[in-house]
């Protein structure tokens, strides 16, 4: 079982409104990352971190927002959510460069 | 930049039968990873071969490499109906810190 979890699971908000999603991992990983998902479909890289005070936009352009201020957590924001915005997000973890991510539930937003 | 592609992207067999699904990607690796998720879930790390390696097993998984063909194939023998989920490739382009996701095979066991 991965310790790394995401609140919260599922959320459904109107358009405009500002939601963070969490992210929190109890493994000591440097390196995490944020994928964006719809049903059915491949991940989409679209923010990464190596460590605190490190951020990198993915392959995916992203409206969102992350930070890492603490290793063990790295929330991501959207100022102002549209329906365009509704998906699933997943975030990610791992130590190294090249070993296995750890994949936390998911937070599935649906934006009104 | 879609780099793994898994084929066929669905696939449907009886228990106890074995399913076969395949990657192919486009620059050069230092490992490639198969995962698995369930729908609605987090995706789930099942085995990493390096591309110095040509095979892995692990339980009823087999994980071939073809590095001059640049494919990968992952054999589940035996499967169950517990089996059913969607399973992806995922390369890490040459050693780069991303981890890029193909598109998924969902493969569907019936019991």
């Known amino acids: 079982e991965a310790d790394i979890y995401q609140t919260p699971r599922y959320l459904v908000i109107g358009t405009g409104k500002k939601i963070t999603l969490e992210c929190s991992q109890t493994?000591?990983?440097?390196?995490m990352y944020w994928y964006q998902q719809d049903p059915g479909m491949e991940l989409h890289l679209i923010h990464y971190?190596?460590?605190?005070?490190?951020?990198e936009k993915g392959d995916l352009s992203s409206e969102s927002t992350v930070s890492r201020i603490r290793t063990e957590h790295f929330p991501l924001t959207l100022e102002s959510a549209r329906p365009s915005h509704t998906s699933q997000y997943l975030c990610?973890?791992?130590?190294?460069?090249?070993?296995?991510?750890?994949f936390g539930e998911g937070s599935r937003l649906t934006v009104l | 930049s879609q780099q793994g592609e898994e084929d066929p992207q669905a696939l449907s067999i009886q228990e106890g039968e074995n399913a076969t699904m395949n990657c192919s990607y486009k620059?050069?690796?230092?490992?490639l990873q198969w995962y698995r998720q369930n729908s609605g879930r987090g995706l789930v790390h099942l085995i990493l071969?390096?591309?110095?390696?040509r095979e892995k097993h692990s339980g009823r998984l087999r994980v071939t490499l073809d590095t001059s063909k640049k494919s990968s194939s992952l054999l589940i023998t035996a499967s169950r109906a517990a089996d059913t989920a969607s399973y992806f490739c995922?390369?890490?382009?040459?050693?780069?810190?991303?981890?890029?996701f193909g598109k998924g095979t969902k493969l569907t066991v019936n019991p």
């Open positions: 071969i390096r591309s110095n390696e």
């Open positions: 620059t050069s690796i230092n490992n």
């Open positions: 995922a390369t890490d382009q040459g050693g780069s810190e991303k981890l890029v």
């Open positions: 971190s190596y460590g605190v005070n490190s951020t």
């Open positions: 493994m000591g990983h440097d390196k």
């Open positions: 990610a973890s791992r130590t190294g460069g090249t070993g296995e991510l750890f």
